[in-house]
């Protein structure tokens, strides 16, 4: 699977690994090998030291959920009742997406597809898993455990 599977439109990038290792229900993070800084979503360049030689490896997708917000008019692929509606031709409900801290301080943004807004807390243990919308292409939901 290529990075333009993924549910956002980036047409560059030095981590495609990113969308494939995602597909197969994989988070992973790329650590700098020369200064250990760890980065998700995975980064090919080094920001701290300013180096390219990375080395990739799994996270878990479980942790404590940060923030989260609702938003009333959610990019195309998250809007999942009509993925391929433009957004002028529909109403859309708000869609919940939060930030999950997971090992390391690393944080995985994804949408809270299911349940009511009011039970989202602060703090809650959730885990983030990859869901495949109709048109194909590759998401990231955070759901309690
Ligand atoms: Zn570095």
């Known amino acids: 699977m290529d990075f333009k599977n993924f549910s ?3 047409s560059q990038t030095k981590v495609n690994r990113f969308v494939d290792e995602l597909s ?4 992973m993070a790329t650590v700098c090998k020369k200064c250990g800084k760890n980065y998700y979503p995975p980064l090919a360049d080094c ?3 300013m180096q390219s030689d990375m080395e990739w490896k799994q996270i ?24 391929l509606m433009p957004f002028s031709s529909i109403q859309f409900e708000p869609c919940p997406i939060g930030l999950l ?15 009511d807004v009011k039970k989202i807390k602060v703090g ?6 990859p869901f495949t919308l109709p048109d194909g292409k590759v998401t990231i939901i955070l759901e309690p455990i």
């Open 124 to 129: 809650m243990k959730m885990k983030a898993s």
């Open 101 to 115: 801290e997971v090992e390391g301080g690393l944080k995985i943004m994804g949408w809270i597809p299911k349940g």
């Open 24 to 27: 197969a229900g994989k988070f």
């Open 60 to 83: 878990s997708g479980e942790g404590t959920l940060v923030t989260f917000t609702k938003i009333h008019v959610p990019p195309e692929h998250f809007a999942v009742r009509q993925p």
């Open 47 to 49: 920001s701290n030291c």
């Open 8 to 10: 956002l439109n980036i």
